[in-house]
């Protein structure tokens, strides 16, 4: 179990660039997380797949933000013709079917800076 | 109304301390609560979790909830300056595995 891997850990970019980032839950959980964080604020919920399908994107992505998870594996988040306000930190999780108690493990994120 | 509710502090105690930590959520179908702590500059990590009514204790930590209240709250006891870290309290909505974070409260123990 080498947790829940987030690359890259920085991406500094200019504003209308394409930015991708990907993560790798732990090997055993079919659901994977994608959050948003700003500096003083919770994760703010973006999408989530449990394996390959994507069960739920948040109202609040505009259709510049996309995300995959072939194969059940790992994810890949795409950010199209980035704003300054997509500056923030972007954490992947991971869990495994579980009832009550499903726990979510947490990358280490991939901070953005669009410039 | 924002769907997870925390009061953002900081909230400062000393050392020794018990420290109680709050939060209201709006989804009345909301079955399962975690508590996570994050370290500036970190990821955050699972301390607690809580789905039945009452207390939970875990070492020096202990969850409560009312769900007719709509109420989570973690107690930190004997605090340490190493609990010094913003809370997380997370809900899970009913329905889905979607689990909504609040916007965290900072705890500083003081030596």
């Known amino acids: 179990d080498t947790g829940v891997s987030q690359n890259p850990r920085h991406k500094i970019t200019k504003r209308g660039q394409n930015v991708t980032f990907r993560c790798d839950p732990i090997?055993?959980?079919?659901?994977l997380y994608w959050y948003r964080q700003t500096l003083g604020q919770g994760p703010e919920f973006l999408t989530y797949?449990?394996?390959?399908?994507?069960?739920?994107k948040s109202r609040l992505l505009s259709d510049r933000f996309s995300a995959e998870r072939p194969k059940g594996s790992f994810s890949t988040l795409e950010i199209q013709r980035t704003e300054q306000g997509d500056s923030a930190m972007y954490l992947c999780?991971?869990?495994?079917?579980?009832?009550?108690?499903?726990?979510?493990?947490f990358g280490s994120g991939t901070q953005l800076s669009v410039l | 109304q924002k769907e997870v509710e925390q009061n953002s502090g900081p909230l400062s105690v000393p050392e020794g301390a018990i420290a109680s930590l709050n939060c209201t959520y709006s989804?009345?179908?909301?079955?399962?609560f975690f508590w996570y702590r994050q370290y500036s500059g970190k990821s955050p990590e699972l301390i607690m979790f809580?789905?039945?009514?009452g207390d939970k204790e875990d070492g020096r930590f202990t969850a409560q909830l009312n769900k007719a209240s709509q109420y989570v709250s973690l107690l930190i006891r004997d605090s340490q300056p190493s609990d010094s870290a913003t809370y997380l309290c997370?809900?899970?909505?009913?329905?889905?595995?979607?689990?909504?974070f609040g916007t965290g409260t900072r705890l500083k123990v003081l030596a």
């Open positions: 999780a991971s869990s495994v079917n579980g009832e009550l108690d499903e726990k979510l493990f």
């Open positions: 090997s055993e959980h079919n659901r």
């Open positions: 797949f449990q394996n390959e399908a994507q069960l739920e």
């Open positions: 989804d009345r179908g909301s079955q399962s």
């Open positions: 809580i789905y039945s009514n």
């Open positions: 997370a809900v899970s909505t009913s329905g889905t595995y979607k689990y909504i």
